[in-house]
């Protein structure tokens, strides 16, 4: 009779999920040896071939796939288990994993956060700053501030702020030659609607630099790369660019705080939250790109 294990189940969900190997061990916070020497025994208990090695790196087989989709069940109770046995916890300290877009993580979530972990020294907050929607369901964060509104029907979100958008670019590149203009824009899995605002606005400009991140842009901006579509938030601190227009040309986003409905409940998540909501309060002015 074979045997799998939970564990092994979720190493299997991992690789599935993610892009390599390496990605998936990063996921599961171990190591890349780690997870390929549990695949290895895996296969050997269960007699059936789970890796391929492909050009990206190894994946998973159609076995090794369809037995991942099988163990997702088996994930859905395990977390709501999990998620059922912390939302009483009503204890001050523990864990608590936040996730957020760069910009808004760096800028406003990271002192506020760190100020109040100072206030309880039990408590450890972990920022993850990743543009891709992390799963609440699937525990891969407790709580999410996000710009756009929460799809998982197991969460519940407040809308706490907007974040507007302009141009800027900085003096030197305003003051040299422009024709064409070059552009510094978003690049997957961040680019959206704004960035197709960026294109339209000036068509024909050559995009002389595409990234994820939004703190990037910025720094490409001050060092005259070329003009940046930027939350008014992060342009308006950077003292080497200048806006080129008011907010209000691109719709604003709006800033949500997101949690799952088991945890609302959990003593320290709920005290993350609501010193989240304040601290985006308090920001709401410069997110909203207010002059300074």
Known sequence: MHNMNWDDARILLAVRRSRNVSEAARALGVSHTTVARRLEALQRSLEVRLLERTPEGPRLTAEGAELARLAEPMESAADQMLRRLAGSEQRLSGRVRVTATEALGARVLAPALAELAGRHPGLTVELVLDPRALSLARREADLAVRLSRPKEKSTVGRRVAQVAYATYASPGYLRGPRSPERLLAYDAPVAGEETEWLFHRFAG??????????????????????????????????????????????????????????????ARTAAVAEHLVAALRRAAPALAGAAS
């Open 205 to 266: 400009a050559l995009v002389a630099l595409r990234t994820a991140s939004t703190l990037a842009l910025a720094s490409a901006a001050v060092g005259g790369g070329g003009i940046a579509l930027l939350p008014c938030f992060v342009g308006d601190a950077e003292r080497g660019l200048r806006r080129l227009g008011a907010p209000g040309e691109v719709a604003p986003s709006d800033v949500w705080l997101v949690i799952h409905r088991d945890l609302r409940r959990n």
